[in-house]
């Protein structure tokens, strides 16, 4: 069957339409802020209390930040002012990591990254960095991909989805993958400061 097009957007199936347009920015932050602050309480009795986030570094990595929310703005900016519309009218880079900073009261170290596939992974190894090169003792890091748009016409374009909706990604049958969304978060701790039997990072190639 054919999607049914959606009538802000003739590219777009209505359902993702319909889906993306129930976003909205404070839903979005309170996710990630849920996410944090139960990481964050985790490791509070352990010792990470307000003189340990002083010492805190926060890493984010994402591809999409808030790229949902612009696209949501850019739908009611073409309904009212048509081709004078501003296309993904805000890039909040930064905007996210800052205000978690800020409500958390962690260190100055407040870094975000967007290389594309690997954007988590920097995170945590920049994390690593900042606490083997003594500048902080631990560092919250922060990965995170929300559903919108633009990356999913952007794999579509490419050929990459996979039209049974099915992901298989090591079937001989394989045709595609799925775009998903999720929020992780991970505290990396000074030695002297984590647990013994804990995972520990081996580090990697940046």
Request: with cysteine; proline share 5%; net charge neutral.
């Amino acid at each position: 069957t054919v999607p049914r097009p959606s009538e802000k957007n003739p590219r777009v199936p209505a359902e993702l339409d319909e889906e993306m347009a129930d976003r909205t920015r404070d839903k979005t932050e309170y996710k990630i802020h849920v996410a944090v602050q139960k990481r964050v309480a985790k490791h509070d009795a352990s010792g990470l209390d307000t003189a340990a986030r002083k010492r805190t570094a926060i890493l984010l990595g994402s591809s999409s930040f808030d790229v949902q929310v612009s696209e949501q703005r850019y739908q009611a900016d073409l309904q009212q002012r048509g081709d004078a519309a501003v296309p993904l009218p805000i890039i909040g880079y930064g905007k996210l990591t800052e205000r978690l900073a800020n409500q958390l009261a962690l260190s100055a170290y407040r870094f975000t990254y967007s290389t594309a596939c690997t954007s988590s992974s920097n995170a945590l190894l920049y994390g690593q960095r900042l606490i083997n090169a003594g500048l902080v003792e631990h560092a919250l890091v922060i990965g995170l991909e929300w559903r919108n748009l633009t990356s999913i016409l952007g794999f579509e374009g490419l050929g990459l989805l996979s039209p049974t909706a099915s992901m298989r990604p090591f079937g001989s049958g394989r045709d595609g993958l799925l775009l998903g969304e999720a929020i992780g978060c991970v505290l990396l701790s000074h030695p002297q400061h984590a647990a013994s039997d804990g995972p520990h990072l081996a580090g990697g190639a940046i």
